[in-house]
């Protein structure tokens, strides 16, 4: 079961970064959709805090992609390269295209 984490300052701050650095890597424009949110999950086996990343390039195409640990502890060198953004691809419930 995921649950959404109520933010303070410091951590909507964090999300605000985050964003910031997201749409910087990825070269996205001003006007581009960027979400971040930090979460808990009780689920065994499953991070107990994490960030996840969702944008929309050309508002059409979804990316994704998770860091597990808090907002606050997030930094720049935390996000995936530039050059991983094809495989960020978020299908949702459709699954892949390979499968």
Same mark, same amino acid.
């Given at each position: 079961?995921?649950?959404?984490?109520?933010?303070?300052?410091?951590?909507?701050?964090?999300?605000?970064?985050?964003?910031?650095?997201?749409?910087?890597?990825? *070269?996205?424009?001003?006007?581009? *959709?960027?979400?971040?949110?930090?979460?808990?999950?009780?689920?065994?086996?499953?991070?107990?805090?994490? *960030?996840?990343?969702?944008?929309?390039?050309?508002? *059409?195409?979804?990316?994704?992609?998770?860091?597990?640990?808090?907002?606050?502890?997030? !930094?720049?060198? !935390?996000?995936?390269?530039?050059?991983?953004?094809?495989?960020?691809? !978020?299908?949702?419930?459709?699954?892949?295209?390979?499968?």
């Amino acid at each position: 079961m995921l649950t959404r984490r109520d933010g303070n300052p410091e951590q909507l701050r964090a999300l605000d970064r985050i964003r910031d650095w997201t749409r910087a890597r990825f *070269t996205l424009s001003d006007g581009a *959709t960027v979400m971040a949110a930090e979460i808990s999950c009780k689920v065994p086996g499953c991070p107990p805090v994490e *960030t996840v990343v969702a944008f929309w390039d050309d508002g *059409t195409m979804r990316y994704r992609f998770k860091v597990f640990k808090p907002a606050a502890a997030v !930094d720049e060198n !935390d996000l995936p390269p530039a050059w991983l953004k094809p495989s960020l691809v !978020d299908y949702g419930e459709l699954g892949c295209e390979c499968c």
